[in-house]
């Protein structure tokens, strides 16, 4: 009779409580992404990386040509800078003896001036201002930065070579920015590199004013976004030598870190493609990516190419 009476119920309520309380702390990841104009709702995919958590603005303006361009890194931003470097001050760039295939260790002048790095409210607020960003496939993107910082520079965690390790050591980075935005963490170096498109350039507030070109890593990829860049430069005024400048130094030149040809990416895509640990990861880290941007799923899992999320009804 106690036990019916007085424990039963005691348990019954601790167990309603413990539930609730749970659903309370451990609230299930729900956001809204804009995917084709319309809002998607997301829940249950705590596990992911989710897109849009700000943490890198890489601007850089040629505001006598009304242009600003966002730097995402392991995606041509070499090119981008050294680009709009020229456009900025095309005499002293050119003074200077730049070239559009320098790698960051060369020491320019803009990149120290203000005017350069920080668009003016003017120039946000000009209908005429042409934004672009070469955005890449954000596998491919990963395996241009493994093979870069951690087989060359040898600069991942103490992962070394392993891209399992490497892999996680990304998402869980990336995992503690995104669960403590509010208290703005600061981003490493291997943040700004590993992090996906979306975290970029304040895209969570503007990305539709964005020219978004995309990069391959083949030479017939890389020469289409080069020449869209080009008929961007056109449209702004930007001289015929110049622009052809930019075009042919681009498509000749390698840079000193380039990784799209190499013997050693052959065998980090395979890895990728085969291995399900690394797998795992790079769906949980760039999934987003995916969908905010526009390119092809087909190198996903099956799941993750079929438009398994909710489109909330219309009333």
Same mark, same amino acid.
């Given at each position: 009779?106690?036990?019916?009476?007085?424990?039963?119920?005691?348990?019954?309520?601790?167990?309603?409580?413990?539930?609730?309380?749970?659903?309370?702390?451990? /609230?299930?990841?729900?956001?809204?992404?804009?995917?084709?104009?319309?809002?998607?709702?997301?829940?249950?995919?705590?596990?992911?990386?989710?897109?849009?958590?700000?943490?890198?603005?890489?601007?850089?303006?040629?505001?006598?040509?009304?242009?600003?361009?966002?730097?995402?890194?392991?995606?041509?931003?070499?090119?981008?800078?050294?680009?709009?470097?020229?456009? *900025?001050?095309?005499?002293?760039?050119?003074?200077?003896?730049?070239?559009?295939?320098?790698?960051?260790?060369?020491?320019?002048?803009?990149?120290?001036?203000?005017?350069?790095?920080?668009?003016?409210?003017?120039?946000?607020?000009? !209908?005429?201002?042409?934004?672009?960003?070469?955005?890449?496939?954000?596998?491919?993107?990963?395996?241009?930065?493994?093979?870069?910082?951690?087989?060359?520079?040898?600069?991942?965690?103490?992962? /070394?070579?392993?891209?399992?390790?490497?892999? %996680?050591?990304?998402?869980?980075?990336?995992?503690?920015?995104?669960?403590?935005?509010?208290? %703005? !963490?600061?981003?490493?170096?291997?943040?700004?590199?590993?992090?996906?498109?979306?975290?970029?350039?304040?895209?969570?507030?503007?990305?539709? /004013?964005?020219?978004?070109?995309?990069?391959?890593?083949?030479?017939?990829?890389?020469?289409?976004?080069?020449?869209?860049?080009?008929?961007?430069? /056109?449209?702004?005024?930007?001289?015929?030598? +110049?622009?052809?400048?930019?075009?042919?130094?681009?498509?000749?030149?390698?840079?000193? *870190?380039?990784?799209? @040809?190499?013997?050693?990416?052959?065998?980090?895509?395979?890895? +990728?493609?085969?291995? !399900? +640990? +690394?797998?795992?990861?790079? *769906?949980?880290?760039?999934?987003?990516?995916?969908?905010?941007? !526009?390119?092809?799923?087909?190198?996903?899992?099956?799941?993750?190419?079929?438009?398994?999320? @909710?489109?909330?009804?219309?009333?």
């Amino acid at each position: 009779m106690f036990w019916r009476n007085y424990i039963f119920p005691l348990c019954i309520g601790s167990l309603v409580l413990g539930t609730y309380l749970y659903s309370f702390i451990f /609230k299930e990841a729900r956001y809204t992404v804009i995917l084709d104009g319309k809002e998607v709702n997301f829940t249950g995919v705590e596990d992911f990386i989710q897109p849009y958590v700000n943490i890198v603005s890489d601007f850089f303006v040629a505001s006598n040509y009304k242009m600003m361009s966002c730097g995402i890194r392991k995606s041509m931003s070499q090119l981008t800078v050294n680009t709009m470097c020229l456009l *900025h001050d095309e005499e002293r760039f050119l003074q200077e003896n730049h070239s559009l295939n320098e790698t960051w260790v060369t020491i320019r002048s803009c990149q120290n001036n203000q005017a350069f790095r920080k668009p003016s409210e003017d120039l946000l607020n000009n !209908p005429e201002t042409i934004r672009f960003a070469f955005i890449r496939d954000p596998i491919e993107r990963f395996v241009s930065l493994y093979l870069d910082k951690c087989v060359k520079e040898q600069n991942c965690w103490a992962c /070394k070579n392993d891209m399992r390790c490497v892999v %996680k050591e990304i998402y869980e980075a990336l995992k503690n920015l995104q669960n403590h935005r509010d208290w %703005k !963490p600061i981003p490493t170096y291997m943040d700004w590199h590993a992090a996906p498109l979306s975290w970029n350039c304040n895209f969570d507030k503007d990305l539709s /004013k964005w020219t978004l070109l995309m990069m391959g890593a083949d030479a017939e990829e890389r020469k289409s976004s080069i020449l869209q860049l080009g008929n961007i430069m /056109k449209r702004r005024g930007v001289s015929e030598n +110049v622009v052809q400048m930019v075009q042919e130094q681009s498509l000749a030149g390698e840079t000193a *870190h380039s990784t799209h @040809k190499s013997t050693r990416r052959l065998e980090a895509e395979r890895q +990728v493609r085969e291995d !399900p +640990v +690394v797998r795992d990861y790079l *769906h949980k880290i760039y999934f987003f990516d995916y969908l905010v941007f !526009p390119f092809n799923r087909e190198r996903l899992d099956a799941k993750y190419q079929t438009d398994f999320w @909710k489109v909330p009804e219309q009333s």
